[in-house]
């Protein structure tokens, strides 16, 4: 639903304007819809969607929504479609934008997902259901509440933690090796200045993609994984990256050639 038809059914159900009334006052309104959206780029849309404020079971008329922007088509995504075809490129997608509204406090539904990807709702289901079976968690609204803050980027780091390659794990999550790569930067920075004792402020502030793992579990992420049996993975990643002097080139010859 676009911002138009709801303002139009608000007008109609709300103050009893007749239809035609209210189509009048949305033509005169447009510029109350413009946005200001200098912020998106090439590849980019602003999509309204229900804010992860709002409870399951509420009307969608009467819920609160919030304008989000998210990214359809990164040059990342054709070697996705090259190398695995055309349901991984829309299942990588699929990931991506969904994380994207959650990380913009928005949740995403199915609908949202047929009319974003332009696929059939049968299709968005099969897909739930294979991300599901490779336990990658997918923020939609129906099911966010009761599965908690985790989210496919912990998943790819915890998969990499246990010993997979990230060729591995590009295979079993149709993420693309840039994703993978920078989801195990951004944990090797956590992890560094945690080590040191930095302050959550620190940490955000020297790691620019902080939303990999939430803002809330920053430091926890690391602390869950640092002992026991990922104890020699971690302390590798630490061993082989500098949080403010790392090679991108570098990093990720190291990164793809680590194994347990």
């Not at 009761?146 to 989210?151: A, L, N, R, T």
């Not at 990499?160 to 840039?178: A, D, F, M, P, V």
Request: net charge positive.
């Amino acid at each position: 639903m676009t911002k138009e038809q709801m303002f139009r059914l608000r007008l109609i159900s709300g103050f009893n304007f007749a239809p035609i009334i209210a189509d009048a006052i949305v033509d005169l309104s447009k510029d109350f819809f413009q946005s200001d959206n200098s912020e998106v780029c090439c590849g980019q849309i602003l999509y309204l969607a229900i804010s992860d404020e709002e409870g399951p079971g509420k009307p969608i008329l009467d819920s609160k929504h919030v304008e989000v922007i998210l990214t359809l088509d990164l040059p990342e995504d054709m070697d996705v479609y090259e190398k695995f075809g055309l349901s991984a490129y829309r299942q990588h997608i699929l990931l991506r934008i969904t994380q994207e509204a959650r990380d913009q406090n928005a949740l995403l539904t199915i609908k949202d997902l047929v009319k974003l990807l332009k696929s059939s709702y049968s299709t968005i289901k099969r897909d739930l259901k294979y991300f599901r079976e490779k336990g990658l968690y997918v923020p939609l609204r129906g099911i966010v509440k009761d599965i908690g803050p985790s989210s496919h980027k912990s998943k790819i780091v915890e998969l990499y933690l246990k010993g997979y390659t990230t060729t591995e794990i590009q295979r079993s999550t149709r993420h693309s090796l840039q994703s993978i790569e920078r989801y195990i930067k951004d944990f090797s920075r956590v992890s560094i200045l945690t080590q040191k004792g930095e302050s959550i402020d620190n940490i955000r502030f020297n790691c620019w993609n902080l939303r990999t793992f939430g803002k809330k579990s920053t430091k926890n992420f690391f602390i869950k994984y640092k002992d026991g049996d990922n104890k020699q993975r971690v302390e590798e990643l630490i061993d082989n990256i500098n949080c403010f002097m790392d090679s991108p080139m570098s990093f990720q010859k190291k990164i793809s050639g680590m194994r347990m």
